[in-house]
């Protein structure tokens, strides 16, 4: 089978400052990356829009409807001093939204075997009822809940290795028993959650932080020991990921020392893990990245992994 890779222009149309670090460029960087010809083998979809009412899978509905009448008809408002909504960011949501979720329904129907889903704005950080953090809805939580309502998973494991801890989906899976979210992360490091301590009512969160300059080896040895020790224990129907390229050592928003490959590895990692429970189904929906050379070599790792390589 093969893999997926799910994007839309969609994503150049979420307008943010000059000198945002959450820019369009990060999609330029990694469309470039991609046209590489050993990716020739990839299949190419463009991600539908996904209608407002699915977001309430992991927002309630007024948080829903606030944000949409919060859109600008013109330039930008900002929701705080980081996340921008523009004109169109709630299309580039949607679209993000929309591809994530049309990955699993491929990958649930055996047409192919995992997905990369490149979309912005980012999602992590969005909580249940609040946007921050660049994030606006949490794309890849809401494809948690999705897996469990349109195709019946029983179990999902959300893995987040981007460099900040997803407060956003510890918040919305806190006491849901049929998802296990973990993270490794930097810590401390914005938004200043994700402690060991940090649980969840189920004991379904698992945090695993790192310190500041922590390499790969470092990296490696705990996403084995706190992640995959507790995902094999899991067994997960689905496997999503969160997956964030900020712990890359050129990072400007993050002090965190990996390299391209330790993204790579997590990858293989996790392939092997979800053959053994998970028929191999895997979507990484794209988190952060801010260095354009360090996402554009991590994304390239990451999808070489993803296609077996």
């Not at 679209?95 to 990369?116: K, V």
Request: aromatic content about 6%.
């Amino acid at each position: 089978m093969t893999t997926l890779y799910v994007s839309h222009p969609a994503s150049f149309d979420h307008e943010v400052p000059e000198g945002h670090p959450e820019r369009p460029a990060r999609m330029r960087a990694i469309e470039r990356a991609l046209e590489d010809e050993r990716f020739a083998g990839l299949v190419r979809v463009a991600a539908p829009r996904a209608e407002i009412e699915v977001a309430t899978l992991a927002h309630p509905r007024e948080y829903v409807d606030a944000l949409v009448a919060a859109v600008p008809e013109h330039g930008m408002v900002g929701i705080d001093a980081d996340t921008i909504l523009s004109a169109g960011s709630l299309e580039a949501t949607l679209r993000a939204i929309g591809g994530a979720n049309h990955a699993l329904d491929s990958i649930m129907a055996g047409e192919c075997r995992n997905a990369f889903v490149a979309m912005r704005p980012p999602g992590h950080h969005a909580e249940r009822t609040r946007s921050m953090g660049f994030c606006l809805f949490n794309h890849a939580a809401i494809a948690a809940r999705y897996a469990r309502q349109k195709h019946g998973a029983e179990r999902v494991a959300l893995v987040d290795w981007d460099v900040h801890h997803g407060n956003g989906s510890q918040d919305i899976f806190w006491d849901d028993a049929s998802v296990l979210y973990c993270s490794t992360h930097q810590m401390p490091l914005y938004p200043g959650s994700g402690a060991a301590s940090e649980r969840g009512e189920k004991d379904t969160i698992v945090n695993v932080p790192l310190r500041p300059n922590d390499d790969g080896a470092v990296f490696r040895e705990a996403f084995e020991a706190g992640i995959l020790s507790r995902l094999e224990t899991f067994r997960p129907d689905v496997i999503v990921i969160s997956a964030g390229f900020d712990a890359h050592r050129l990072d400007p928003l993050a002090n965190l020392r990996l390299e391209a490959e330790d993204f790579g590895w997590a990858t293989r990692k996790l392939m092997d893990l979800a053959e053994r429970s998970a028929g191999g189904r895997i979507v990484s929906v794209l988190e952060g990245g801010y260095s354009l050379e360090g996402l554009a070599k991590s994304v390239s790792a990451h999808v070489d992994a993803l296609m077996g390589r």
